[in-house]
């Protein structure tokens, strides 16, 4: 795949417009059955929708509530809350200071008078320049644990091996979702005996089914939104898909090209989930010192290909444990250890690795003594861990 490729799904736009009979005319512009078109009548109404779901672009008008420039008063609460959702406006008075400040904020912007010559064709325009940034921005931005198999489905490739390499990115992305939501869960209680069950010979589809069962308990809005794109309807086929090519070791039943298309479909939505949401990060806990308040940290972002790495200061209300990789988010800090695990001293030199599954010492019983298996995202290499074992998973305390 490259970053050129068509989107396989329909992309989804908000119309934000206090005259929804302008909106509903404005999204008729568009060809018919090749978006899916929603509305929202004033600035707040926008924003609570853009907070909670994902849109591929908010066609915005100016004015409208609240107060006059609601439409100004959108974006700017889209900048402030560092939610990268690509915005075209309208308007019908180019020089005012607001139109311009608009015009900054936004991707675009169109003229009313011109709307029904230049609208369908500028949302396309900011259509696929928004698909190029969010292949950047799954390659660049994303947890390690994502970004690197992401980088690896860039490679130009014959429908099989692109189809394998997307199977691949889909399963790290559904790993990667279930590991979080372990990790902020365990602090509460004990795992089920269903969840460790599923943690034995994890797939795309094991991972799955542990984020629909911790999907009810975590608090985190942001990391709900991600565990939601894994559990969406569509993602059911990627489950399909990669047991057609897995266990049936010949073409999917849909063919190489609309399994492709249904799993490409799949890992647009999810990244265009996680770009447009609140930021959701991996970090790398360094040096820390007490400050007679608070506790101040060095921490290295553990995104992309995590080669070259600036650490930044921040302040935290409690300790982190250096060397151990935490979930960061505006909920505050969850502790991966021992789920994933960052090895090495020098930041941007680590060996990323993550859990995938344990040994059972004893066929089909679970012991707090089972080692945990990892697999080394650089490489690809899994191994049994000498170290690691389940009963650190269930207490989340280094034994």
């Not at 502790?335 to 859990?355: E, H, I, K, N, S």
Request: net charge negative; charged share 20%; glycine share 8%.
């Amino acid at each position: 795949m490259s970053a050129a490729s068509p989107c396989p799904r329909r992309p989804r736009i908000l119309f934000v417009d206090d005259q929804r009979d302008v909106a509903v005319t404005l999204s008729k512009l568009l060809p018919k059955g090749s978006f899916e078109c929603r509305f929202a009548d004033d600035g707040e109404a926008a924003l609570t929708r853009l907070s909670a779901e994902a849109f591929d672009l908010a066609v915005v008008d100016l004015h409208m509530p609240p107060d006059d420039w609601g439409g100004l008063w959108l974006l700017r609460e889209l900048s402030e809350r560092g939610l990268a959702i690509d915005t075209l406006v309208l308007s019908g008075e180019g020089g005012q200071s607001e139109t311009i400040e608009a015009m900054r904020l936004a991707h675009d912007f169109v003229m009313k008078d011109r709307a029904a010559i230049e609208l369908p064709e500028r949302i396309q325009e900011v259509l696929a320049r928004s698909q190029s940034s969010r292949v950047d921005f799954a390659v660049n931005q994303l947890p390690t644990p994502i970004a690197l198999p992401y980088q690896r489905m860039q490679v130009p490739l014959d429908r099989e091996s692109q189809l394998r390499a997307s199977l691949v990115t889909a399963e790290a992305i559904a790993r990667f979702c279930a590991l979080a939501a372990i990790s902020a869960i365990r602090t509460e209680g004990p795992l089920d005996q269903p969840v460790l069950t599923h943690l034995v010979r994890p797939s795309f589809g094991t991972w799955q089914e542990i984020c629909r069962r911790l999907l009810p308990q975590l608090r985190d809005r942001v990391l709900v939104r991600w565990i939601e794109a894994v559990c969406v309807t569509e993602a059911n086929a990627v489950v399909q898909h990669r047991n057609d090519v897995v266990h049936g070791g010949g073409a999917p039943a849909s063919g190489w090209d609309g399994a492709l298309a249904d799993v490409l479909g799949w890992l647009d939505w999810f990244v265009l989930t996680a770009r447009t949401s609140t930021p959701l990060e991996l970090v790398v806990a360094g040096p820390m010192a007490f400050t007679g308040s608070t506790y101040s940290v060095d921490l290295a972002v553990l995104a992309g290909a995590a080669q070259s790495v600036a650490p930044v200061r921040a302040d935290v209300a409690t300790p982190l444990v250096t060397g151990r990789v935490y979930l960061r988010s505006a909920g505050g800090y969850v502790d991966m250890w021992p789920l994933v695990l960052a090895d090495g001293a020098l930041a941007g030199d680590w060996t990323v690795r993550v859990v995938d599954g344990f040994q059972q010492s004893r066929h089909g019983e679970t012991s707090t003594t089972d080692r945990l298996k990892y697999v080394d995202l650089s490489t690809g290499s899994r191994d049994t861990s000498a170290q690691h074992q389940l009963g650190e998973l269930l207490s989340g305390r280094e034994q």
